[in-house]
């Protein structure tokens, strides 16, 4: 009994801890993805950096969320970007969002975002 109570504190602890961890865009959008419209999303986050309406009518818009890494103990300075690209239906309902977050080691400003262009060239 004794050993009950540290190791449900250790797991509270544990979990309560990876939900500071996860950036607030990823719990946003995890809570909006399937209803949540485009104004209501531009709302929450501010306006993409880019956006794109594709042949289908889906519109697909790209956000940046860049942090400095200043030099500790070993660590590059540099800077990390964390890219969101989300993707509207016709009727501007959030379908889709990725997640991808990128270091531009020595880089205090580097632009775009993401290393390499994939199949939107936004």
Known sequence: MTIVLPVAA???????GCALIIPPECRYLKTAQGHATAEAVQKQL???VAHAVLPT??????????EEQP???GT??????DEYQLTFD???????????????GGSLN???CRVEY?????
């Open 110 to 112: 580097p632009e775009p």
């Open 71 to 73: 030099f500790h103990r």
């Open 46 to 48: 501010g306006a993409p």
């Open 76 to 81: 590059p300075t540099g800077f990390w970007c």
């Open 10 to 16: 250790a797991v509270c602890l544990s979990e309560s």
């Open 118 to 122: 994939e199949r939107l060239a936004l």
């Open 90 to 104: 016709r009727q501007s309902v959030l379908r889709e969002w990725t997640h991808r977050s990128y270091f531009h």
């Open 57 to 66: 009518g889906e519109a697909v818009w790209r956000y940046e969320v860049r």
